[in-house]
């Protein structure tokens, strides 16, 4: 039997890692065998991308650049791990997919949505995931969780991060109009609260599919 093939989806310090942890966590306990990977990343050729992708460069990626590089670390995510782990049965759970392609790229930069769709589709073939859970939180509440754990843990914020103009706005909204265009698949989370809070909404939506 195929796994499942789980997503999380929203903007810089809405709790993505921290209910993807709590749910990896109940889904072992259910016996499943769960796969934790992020974008862009886990393979090593994708880790060796990711700071290309995501540092302050002396020399930034174009927007197409860009959009290009999370694409090619997609493909061999999807092709090296994903489908081999859902064919052997495992649940994969994605920290960040598709659609922050185009809640980022589209959106938030103002690619063609439609062009960033289709590239998308071609890096992916058919796979698309069982389940995408947006957590959604106002802009000031992520912030101020960001800049909390920045001071707790000595980390800098990174290029996509520090875009200015409007730029979280539109992909806060861009997510939202995803959302509405595909109710059945992504599933809309109120990230407000406290974790455990923020958890029994997301177990809400996968429990069914247990
Ligand atoms: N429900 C919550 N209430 C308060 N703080 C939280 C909550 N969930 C997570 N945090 C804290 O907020 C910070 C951001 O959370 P987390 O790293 O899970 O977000 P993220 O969406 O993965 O962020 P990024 O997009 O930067 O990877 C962390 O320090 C985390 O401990
Ligand atoms: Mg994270």
């Known amino acids: 039997m195929l796994g499942k093939f789980i997503t999380f989806e929203g903007g810089e310090g809405c709790g993505k890692s921290t209910q993807i942890r709590l749910l990896q966590a109940a889904l072992e306990r259910y016996g499943k065998r769960v796969l934790l990977t992020r974008e862009p990343g886990g393979t090593p050729l994708n880790e060796r991308l990711r700071p290309l992708i995501k540092e302050e460069l002396e020399d930034p990626p174009v927007d ?9 670390a997609r493909a061999q995510l999807v092709e090296k791990v994903i489908r081999p782990r859902l064919e052997a049965g495992e649940w994969v759970i994605c920290d960040r997919f598709g659609d922050s392609t185009l809640a980022y790229q589209g959106y938030g930069r103002g690619m063609d949505l439609a062009t960033v769709g289709e590239l998308n589709r071609f890096a992916c073939g058919t796979l698309k995931p069982d389940l995408t859970l947006l957590l959604d939180l106002p802009l000031e509440v992520a912030n101020a ?14 290029r996509i991060e520090l875009a200015g103009g409007g730029f979280h706005e539109r992909i806060r909204n861009g997510f939202l109009e995803l959302q509405r265009r595909e109710p059945e698949r992504i599933r809309l989370i109120d990230a407000s609260g406290a974790p455990e809070e923020v958890f029994a909404r997301v177990w809400k939506s996968i429990s069914p599919i247990v």
């Open 64 to 72: 197409k650049c860009e959009l290009l590089l999370f694409l090619a």
């Open 145 to 158: 969780r960001r800049r909390a754990r920045e001071t707790g843990t000595g980390t800098v914020a990174d």
